[in-house]
């Protein structure tokens, strides 16, 4: 995943531009990046974040960079932005998305007389550097990215830095937000709505899917029409999202409270447990709309310990962020020993981590721990944006379930597994708690999710859990 942010201003941008990069942390933990342009010309700092974040490693970069226009991001993937020179003229980009075709993308540049490209990432080449060669095959910018949009596979989004102000493109449809803050003298581009918010900035405009814009300090041009169609990813509000953000006027941590609600309802005081608790902190909202609904205390049995473990997914190995959300997560014995626990987490994915964090509740003392997911299960691998680490569809326990029981015709069955009334959806369900040593299980039923998201279904991507694209 990523986040980025831009800047056209009046006046220096540096500061702005720095913070509110810096509050898209939460959405990469690999590298970090800026680029300004202004009277002294082109300024870019990149820096790996893995170890140290975004605004410790920046923050003797931010006096250096006195534009006053200006993009920044946050990636878990390729190094950016990346500054190109071009028959079109220098600029700086960045991209939040990914690509399924790139294969082909890149022997269609070669056949075309495109020599190479410069930026490696893991022996991949970087994403955004090809974005950009294919933006640079058209006669504008305006042309190269709706022809990035109709020619790549999977999804892109983009911010593009030129001397006088920012393109912004939103994936065609509409996967990824992208929003513009207006103060007096000087506009913004964010990923999450709330970033821009303490630097004095006002909701201006939310991009339609597909919509360009050209963003200077005088002005906000949309230059191509957003298309109708929209899916945009439903795990943002699950998960990914910030709780204060909004995507389509929907609240992230409103939508959390639903989802918590719903799932009390569903559950209608069949199970008698003394405590609602979320896993920390994606799960907590969804558990306060639970305990709410339910008229069951809300409580913390445990605490994330954030002064030196604040990133979630920091470690490359699966081993390493095992061993991390051991470490991250301090019982209150008290709240524990001898009680009843009905535990919510956003989502369950490979099952390693939830597995663990029920283990240690029943060490420290806990009876039963009942766990009720905030999503549907996770039955497809993402093709469209890279929010998970899993390199195939078998790292999700759902599926490594399935293809013990079905074979190789498990392909065939994964709508029966998708389907909350099906004998198989069941016997899944109770094969992961058994394994998992729940109590109980129930998950988020998919009308549930999308009544908690409250937008028409056809504007949201379920493909995970029931692989309609």
């Known amino acids: ?15 702005d531009l720095f913070y509110g990069t810096d509050y898209h942390s939460h959405l990469g933990t690999r590298r970090g990046g ?70 082909q993308l890149i022997r269609n540049l070669y056949e075309n007389g495109h020599t190479h490209f410069q930026s490696m990432t893991n022996g991949q080449i970087n994403s955004t550097e090809l974005v950009a ?31 006088n102000g920012i393109y912004a493109a939103r994936d065609l449809l509409g996967r990824t937000p992208v929003v513009i803050g207006k103060k007096e003298n000087a506009y913004c581009v964010s990923f999450e709505s709330f970033a821009y918010i303490n630097l004095g900035y006002t909701d201006y405009k939310e991009l339609g899917p597909g919509e360009i814009v050209y963003v200077t300090p005088e002005s906000v041009e949309t230059v191509s029409l957003a298309c109708e169609k929209m899916r945009i990813c439903s795990f943002l509000w699950v998960y990914y999202g910030y709780p204060t953000s909004s995507y389509e006027g929907v609240g992230v941590e409103e939508m959390r409270y639903n989802c918590g609600k719903l799932l009390a309802q569903r559950d209608d005081h069949s199970i008698d447990v003394d405590i609602v608790a979320g896993v920390p902190d994606s799960g907590i909202a969804h558990a306060i709309g639970y305990a709410n609904e339910s008229g069951i205390p809300y409580a913390r049995p445990f605490i994330k310990y954030t002064p030196t473990w604040p990133r979630s997914f920091m470690p490359t190995t699966q081993s390493q962020r095992n061993l991390i959300a051991r470490m991250k997560l301090i019982p209150v014995h008290s709240l524990i020993e001898d009680r009843s626990l009905l535990l919510i987490d956003d989502s369950i994915v490979r099952g390693t981590q939830l597995r663990e964090t029920t283990e240690f509740l029943y060490q420290s003392g806990a009876k039963e721990v009942h766990v009720r997911p905030a999503c549907p299960p996770l039955l497809y691998g993402c093709k469209y944006l890279n929010f998970s680490r899993s390199k195939s569809d078998l790292d999700l326990i759902t599926r490594r379930i399935i293809r013990e029981w079905e074979g190789d015709n498990d392909v065939n069955v994964l709508g029966e597994y998708a389907d909350p009334n099906s004998d198989r959806y069941a016997a899944m369900l109770e094969e992961i708690r058994k394994r998992q040593n729940f109590t109980s299980l129930r998950y988020h039923r998919l009308d549930d999710l999308i009544k908690s998201i409250g937008i028409d279904a056809c504007q949201v991507c379920t493909y995970c859990f029931n692989g309609v694209e």
């Open 34 to 103: 800026m680029a300004t342009y202004g009277s002294d010309g082109w300024k870019r700092a990149i820096h790996n974040i893995e170890n140290s974040p975004f605004r410790t490693k920046f923050e003797k970069d931010v006096d250096t960079m006195k534009g006053n226009i200006g993009i920044g991001c946050i990636s878990d993937y390729d190094p950016q932005p990346i500054l190109i020179q071009s028959h079109l003229g220098c600029f700086g980009i960045t991209t939040v998305g990914k690509i399924n075709n790139a294969d």
């Open 133 to 163: 060669a294919l933006i640079c095959k058209k006669d504008s910018f305006v042309e190269g990215i709706r022809y990035v949009q109709s020619v790549v596979e999977g999804s892109m989004t983009l911010l593009l830095l030129t001397e």
């Open 1 to 15: 995943m990523g986040g980025f942010f831009g800047v056209a201003s009046k006046e220096a941008c540096n500061l």
